[in-house]
């Protein structure tokens, strides 16, 4: 089976910093991706780990550990516009592109 | 960037009625587009895999004939909701990759809210 596993919710100030882990137990791995979604909104493509590492856009970046099967998505200095649902996903295969996405983590951004 | 168009953005209907929601890819061609299903404040449950001159791949646990998927070109797929019934009602996405790229972003449509009453 496919299972990906992330916070539900996080809290977190203006200004602050704040991680979103995910840990994923798939058949196949290809990739480990982040989205973000406003509500009623869809969601919106942020960042890519194929290999281990750090991959830094901007404000955001995201890690990959292939051998622990764990990533995160690092949000600095946030601000109020963030505050939305992320998302890890996998392509667990290498053809295709067919993602699996995580439940989701809410992130509360407070003045 | 990409541009993926879905249509209609809200539809209510009757049970038992049929609704075609249509995902168009604006800018590029897709020969692989993907439909999910999102419940209220939950994740995005992959549906199928809609591939152009083919048959659609269904997840397991989705009626294929309940949600009928039809991608017969490059840059349109189709997904109809047949006979609906209130437990159909949910937030309906689709989503396509460019063929270029070795990221597989994925570029999602706005979204289509069906409401069965």
């Known amino acids: 089976g496919q299972s990906l596993e992330q916070p539900s919710e996080v809290t977190a100030v203006e200004g602050a910093i704040v991680q979103i882990n995910c840990t994923y137990q798939?058949?196949?791995?290809?990739?480990l991706s982040w989205y973000q979604q406003h509500d009623g909104g869809a969601p919106t493509f942020l960042s890519y780990?194929?290999?281990?590492g750090l991959e830094e856009t901007g404000r955001f970046s995201s890690f990959l550990s292939r051998s622990d099967s764990y990533g995160y998505l690092l949000l600095q200095e946030l601000q109020m516009k963030d505050s939305a649902s992320y998302f890890c996903a996998v392509r667990p295969h290498r053809g295709g592109f067919k993602t699996i996405f995580g439940a989701g983590t809410r992130l509360f951004v407070k003045a | 960037g990409a541009v993926v168009s879905q249509h209609p953005s809200w539809v209510i209907c009757k049970s038992g009625t049929s609704v075609k929601i249509e995902c168009r890819s604006l800018?590029?061609?897709?020969?692989?587009m993907f439909w999910y299903r999102q419940f209220p404040k939950q994740s995005l449950m992959l549906m199928a895999t809609s591939n152009e001159g083919s048959k659609a791949t269904y997840e397991q646990g989705v009626e294929k004939d309940k949600f009928l998927i039809n991608h017969a070109s490059l840059t349109l797929s189709t997904l109809t909701v047949t006979s609906a019934h209130p437990e159909d009602s949910s937030f309906y996405i689709c989503?396509?990759?460019?063929?270029?790229?070795?990221?597989?972003?994925?570029?999602f449509g706005e979204g289509s809210r069906l409401t069965v009453l």
């Open positions: 989503s396509a990759h460019r063929l270029q790229g070795s990221t597989g972003e994925l570029f």
């Open positions: 780990n194929g290999l281990d």
């Open positions: 800018d590029f061609q897709a020969t692989t």
């Open positions: 798939t058949s196949g791995f290809y990739g």
